[in-house]
């Protein structure tokens, strides 16, 4: 069976929802604000004859005709960066400020770690940190391309992250912490959402990978709550359908961590639908209506789920 068949009852169209995970994703960059401006990038983009669209929602998300955005020099020289249109969401919604301790928990290859960069104009601190050291060579060319200076890479599992380096003063480094401003949590998970650009996902869908993965994105949540400081916001987002990995997750961390599901503002233009409190018999705190949903046939993107929580002590 289609995994996607199992959310129909989540969806307002069906019909739309199937065939939009059947269509291709069109091709988009995000335009790095490190290196320049979005009206430099657009005439950039204008005198080399490069066909482009802006986005209804965000000024600086741009989709492209050609389906290859890395072969003109906008791109080469880090002005443009190909990011999926839905997964800006994450980023918008942890709102990260110039100066501030922010720790992007799962970061290769990217994409999010230097929108948050450029978000913060490339001040503060920003750890990139991701599990899987091959993986991590994507993050630092990427980061290096960019622009992106104010990062610090780092390989461990994120579930049991220690702030032990961060928490000591030496002489090579000018200050400590021990607690972050914010985190993002982009989960691995079974990634459903990602079926248009890569429709081999839904062949090697299994419940049972589901539930494995489930286990890790309640440690990586708890871990990110746990070191964030009281006031503080974690971002807990996912590219996948599956209330197991959304919702549940969310239910479970606010029963055992000091944190609160909040409100965050969409951007005017992107259609999103909120958490839902039941599933398969499995009941879920009511504040998780304040996470989104966001489904392909709405937008024309991916799918994708976003949630934003304050912690409270």
């Not at 791109?75 to 249109?85: I, N, P, S, V």
């Not at 990139?128 to 390989?155: C, I, P, Q, Y």
């Not at 021990?178 to 650009?197: I, M, N, W």
Request: aromatic share 8%; glycine share 8%; proline share 7%.
């Amino acid at each position: 069976m289609n995994p996607l068949q199992r959310y129909a009852p989540l969806v307002d169209d069906e019909e739309a929802f199937f065939a939009a995970c059947e269509r291709p994703l069109p091709s988009v960059v995000r335009v790095n604000t490190i290196k320049t401006t979005v009206a430099r990038a657009r005439e950039a983009l204008d005198d080399e004859g490069v066909a482009y669209e802006p986005t209804d929602w965000h000024p600086g998300i741009l989709k492209l005709e050609d389906s290859s955005p890395g072969t003109n020099w906008p791109y080469f020289h880090g002005w443009l960066h190909g990011q999926e249109e839905v997964s800006a969401l994450p980023a918008i919604a942890l709102d990260p400020q110039p100066g501030e301790r922010v720790w992007d928990t799962c970061a290769a290859p990217g994409s999010k770690t230097t929108q948050i960069a450029a978000m913060m104009d490339d001040e503060g601190v920003l750890i990139g940190n991701d599990n899987n050291l091959g993986r991590l060579s994507a993050l630092r060319h990427n980061a290096e391309r960019l622009g992106v200076t104010n990062l610090v890479v780092s390989n461990q599992d994120a579930r049991n992250f220690s702030m032990k380096p961060y928490g000591e003063r030496t002489p090579e480094k000018s200050e400590s912490f021990e607690q972050f401003d914010r985190v993002l949590v982009d989960a691995p998970c079974s990634c459903e959402g990602t079926c248009r650009k890569n429709p081999d996902v839904l062949d090697e869908w299994t419940m049972n990978h589901v539930k494995s993965v489930a286990g890790i994105q309640k440690g990586i949540l708890r871990r990110a709550v746990q070191v964030t400081k009281a006031g503080g916001n974690v971002v807990y987002s996912t590219c996948t359908f599956a209330p197991e990995e959304n919702e549940a997750i969310l239910d479970f961390v606010l029963e055992r961590e000091d944190c609160e599901v909040v409100e965050w503002d969409v951007p005017d233009g992107f259609e999103t639908a909120p958490g839902i409190t039941e599933w398969e018999g499995d009941e879920y705190d009511p504040s998780v209506t304040k996470a989104r949903r966001v489904y392909p046939h709405h937008n024309d993107t991916g799918g994708f789920f976003t949630a934003k929580l304050e912690v409270t002590a």
